[in-house]
């Protein structure tokens, strides 16, 4: 009982006999002095709140939060940044007429809009151009010095300062689509130029969450002739080991269309005839990109459609760059076509939704339609 009175008094100044904080009241006063440079002052939180382990003070000043000794003011961890690809798609561009220049502008416009509306006012209104073949009327280039570079590319898109990722249509082939030696400078121009990208006849890249696919449709019909492509196992391949969240295919011909060129299978209305009938196309994409990819974006009808979802996959036909034909349907369900006014698409991918949006050549929003992974 001698120690009775010690005892006492130490409870009275809310202590334990090694000093230690007790209870509610170990953070009213320091056990050492007011700069708890040895790690027990109250007053800086290098004891903490709870009298623990000194590691969660109520300054945060070891990056954390004193108020609940975790990570943030509620506990909760920050949002992750928001992954967002914009770009453009057009096809059937290459005539260097009064239609392209306006669709150009409407592009150099819409872009701009993007731009300035963005919540941080930071990202682009468009990363780059999908350009869908058919980029030299009627007969392709002759060489990378062809005076076309200028009349049908470098002039019209001029004060777009952005990179055209190109695929190859049947007229780049040649008038008869059979010239397979003109790809080649299509190809070698990617070296003359900041804005065509064209750097195989078939290519894929990244852009944040989303995986591209660049596909020679004109390589695939002639398969019959030309010999295997090597598309389809590349394709199989690519698509097997993607990781990407967004997966889209772009090339020239459709695998649906409601526009004079019709199906693939069936282009022209021809399902009997070889070749031109696109059966080796369609083969190709029911097995590579029916369910393999979540959009497939093409030209070669000269409009614009966003045809009703089949096999697992959107697709949609933005071949009126430049000029328009009419739709004479071919008994496939459209969700929006438009064969008056040429135009093009506009397509935002946000962490897992997607906004398609067309425009005239006016620059009119016509259509759009939102998508969900």
């Not at 350009?131 to 010095?145: P, R, T, W």
């Not at 076509?337 to 397509?347: K, L, N, Q, V």
């Amino acid at each position: 009982m001698r120690h009775l009175p010690l005892l006492l008094s130490l409870l009275a100044c809310g202590t334990d006999p090694k000093g230690e904080g007790l209870g509610e009241a170990d953070s009213a006063a320091p056990t050492d002095g007011s700069d708890g440079s040895d790690g027990t002052d109250g007053a800086e939180g290098s004891d903490g709140a709870d009298g623990d382990d000194g590691a969660d003070g109520a300054d945060g000043s070891d990056g954390t939060d004193g108020s609940d000794g975790t990570d943030g003011s509620d506990g909760e961890d920050p949002p992750l940044p928001q992954q967002i690809v914009r770009f453009v798609a057009l096809g059937d561009a290459g005539e260097g007429n009064s239609a392209q220049y306006a669709v150009a502008q409407a592009v150099a416009a819409v872009c701009a809009a993007k731009t300035s509306e963005e919540v941080d006012g930071e990202h682009a209104g468009c990363d780059f151009v999908l350009y869908l073949g058919d980029n030299f009327y009627d007969s392709g280039v002759d060489g990378v010095d062809d005076e076309q570079w200028q009349d049908k590319f470098e002039l019209p898109y001029a004060d777009l300062d952005l990179p055209f990722r190109v695929v190859l249509g049947n007229h780049d082939y040649g008038s008869t689509s059979l010239e397979f030696w003109k790809s080649s400078y299509e190809i070698a121009y990617s070296d003359h130029s900041d804005k065509w990208q064209l750097p195989d006849t078939h290519y894929q890249f990244v852009e944040e969450h989303a995986q591209f696919f660049a596909l020679d449709t004109n390589a695939l019909m002639l398969e019959g002739v030309w010999g295997d492509s090597g598309q389809d196992p590349w394709m199989r391949d690519l698509t097997a080991t993607s990781t990407a969240t967004w997966r889209i295919a772009f090339g020239h011909h459709p695998y649906i269309s409601n526009g004079r060129h019709g199906n693939a299978g069936e282009y022209e209305g021809y399902d009997w005839l070889p070749i031109a009938n696109g059966a080796t196309i369609k083969d190709f994409m029911d097995a590579r990109l029916c369910g393999q990819v979540d959009l497939y974006l093409s030209g070669h009808d000269h409009n614009r459609q966003w045809l009703s979802p089949t096999c697992g996959t959107e697709f949609i036909v933005s071949g009126a760059g430049a000029k328009t034909t009419d739709l004479p349907g071919r008994g496939t369900a459209t969700l929006f076509e438009d064969a008056e006014t040429p135009g093009f698409i506009w397509i935002e991918l946000r962490d897992n939704e997607l906004l398609g949006e067309f425009y005239d050549q006016d620059g009119n929003l016509d259509f759009s339609r939102s998508i969900s992974r």
